[in-house]
Nanobody, 129 residues
Framework: QLQLVQSGGGLVQPGESLTLSCTASGLTLELDYYQIGWFRQAPGTEREGVACASKNDDNTYLTDSVKGRFTVSKDYAKNMVYLHMSSLKPEDTAIYYC????????????????????WGQGTQVTVSS
């Protein structure tokens, strides 16, 4: 059974950096054979795609508000995916989720949360002075 366990998160001040981790277990294939997504949901809003990558990282997507500030990396040996966040802003405050999907996702839907079947438990990120 594929499972994702997240770690990281917490309270940071504006301008600071934070890295979220997502450890995958139960994978039947190497990490590159999965689409990877990081999503977030603030109170009263829908879950939005923040950073998503197609299989083999052939295509990546970053929502406009995080471009130049957020990046995604992988540790293939540990089956871990990271979301590196810098220059954090109060509007980045949300619960962040990692997700993976083995079935092919159309590129225009790469960051559509409805396309992903496997989700981490979520972790709170609060940016406040």
């Amino acid at each position: 059974q594929l499972q994702l366990v997240q770690s990281g998160g917490g309270l940071v001040q504006p301008g600071e950096s934070l890295t979220l981790s997502c450890t995958a277990s139960g994978l039947t294939l190497e990490l590159d054979y999965y689409q990877i997504g990081w999503f977030r949901q603030a109170p009263g809003t829908e879950r939005e795609g923040v950073a998503c990558a197609s299989k083999n990282d052939d295509n990546t997507y970053l929502t406009d508000s995080v471009k130049g500030r957020f990046t995604v990396s992988k540790d293939y040996a540990k089956n871990m995916v990271y979301l590196h966040m810098s220059s954090l802003k109060p509007e980045d405050t949300a619960i962040y989720y990692c997700a993976v999907e083995e079935e092919d996702i159309a590129l225009f839907s790469l960051c559509d949360p409805d396309e992903y079947d496997y989700w981490g438990q979520g972790t709170q990120v609060t940016v406040s002075s």
